[in-house]
């Protein structure tokens, strides 16, 4: 029985350095505002895409992007992206593919959690190239929802749903993506 005191003696005595030694190893894990980086990332993202092109019929495909941007403070980035999407098959055997430049806006809404719920939206120029049905051109405007996830520092995890509509001269392909990526920020 005096051991057994002593055993719970011990434990109440080191037990508060115990969990200060953690929270000492949890804060070097966390990025601190010295660690901070410049605010500039790339991103990479692929995926799948919906096509509606007029009132032909619907295909998936899929997508690729690339981009720039800047991370001006912890709810507000902005960055531009180019985006091709292919491999569309509406019928008559015809391949579909749009082409993409847009110009994004994103609001971040940090929480206490890991994962980081964002809104965005974008402004640009699109095209799509039909072996049978032409192609079209025009302003092509976005709205973004996801969710990113910080692995490291430098290192955040993207998985976004993009709505995507080209409003062109004769056709109008309206586009929804699901995509997951990677910003690898500065």
Do not use: C
């Amino acid at each position: 029985m005096k051991i057994l005191k002593s055993i719970l003696l011990a434990g109440a005595v080191f037990a508060p350095l115990a969990g200060s030694a953690l929270a000492a190893d949890y804060s070097a894990a966390v990025p601190t505002d010295s660690q901070t980086n410049t605010g500039f990332y790339l991103r990479s993202d692929v995926g799948a895409s919906f096509l509606r092109w007029n009132s032909f019929a619907n295909d998936t495909g899929l997508i690729a992007a690339v981009g720039a941007g800047y991370q001006w403070n912890d709810y507000f980035r902005t960055d531009i992206t180019g985006q091709w999407a292919g491999g569309y098959n509406i019928g008559l055997a015809d391949n579909i593919h749009t082409t993409k430049i847009l110009a994004n806006a994103y609001l971040d809404l940090p929480n206490s959690s890991p994962l980081t719920p964002y809104i965005g939206a974008g402004l640009g120029y699109g095209w799509a190239y039909g072996d049978s049905y032409g192609s079209t051109s025009g302003v092509a405007v976005a709205a973004h929802a996801g969710v990113a996830y910080n692995i490291t520092n430098n290192l955040a995890l993207d998985v976004g749903y993009h709505f995507i509509d080209t409003v062109g001269d004769t056709n109008q392909p309206v586009e929804h993506q699901i995509t997951a990526g990677m910003r690898f920020k500065f």
